[in-house]
DNA sequence: CTTACGATCATCT
DNA sequence: GATGATCGTAAGC
């Protein structure tokens, strides 16, 4: 399947948030391919989105969050997980969308040995998680996933249901934003920590 | 079912 | 010194 260009990356976060919806995240490991279809994402911007990291302008950590759109921000959060954006808006004008949760396509008994002893429904089924069992670190922050051999995302085969909107989890700022995307319906959306949204059967 | 908390560290005040 | 875009476990209802 193609990849996204660098053109898909460049428009607002939440644009680009619900498109990446049903795509396809792709990690080379080894020379094996571990993917798993996008079902969940949240969309941050800058100094207009008080919840984001970009907000108090740009700092080591968030730079490439003001850099061309298209790339990898990875950060380590609560001391413990890795976590996966992928950057977006044009260059100078800070975004990301954090990738929250995949269903497992192929590489499944890898990803499983990646992350300890999990079934397929909990091998990604949230933000710390998906990159463990892909095996995201910091080594990948700033990759460009218009061109990396190592993590990339291609435009999904089959159409996506309901989508549905909730705030961002974890957040106390901009909470009132409904800025959290995912797949109605889908098994593999994480659980979460919400102040009191839907949540899927 | 729900809520509470510790782990553990980069970043910021 | 405090906080946080999390997770797994433990305890309570």
Sequence with gaps: LPRFQR????????????????????RILDGRRLSGRVVEVEAYRGISDPASHAYRGPTGRTEVMFGEPGHAYVY????????????TEPKGAPGAVLIR???PIEGVPVMIKNSGFRSRVELANG????????KIDGRLNGADLVRSKELFLERGSTGVGKV??????????????????YIEGSRFVSRGKPSGQPQNP
């Design 76 to 87: 380590f959060s609560y001391g413990v997980h890795y976590c996966l954006n992928v950057t």
């Design 127 to 134: 933000p710390g998680k998906l990159t463990r069992a892909l």
């Design 7 to 26: 053109r898909f990356f460049s428009e607002k976060s939440p644009t680009v948030a619900r498109r990446l919806l049903g795509s396809l995240l792709v």
């Design 101 to 103: 949760a995949l269903e």
């Design 164 to 181: 549905g909107a909730t705030s961002r989890i974890g957040i106390t700022k901009a909470v009132e934003r409904p800025w959290r995307f």
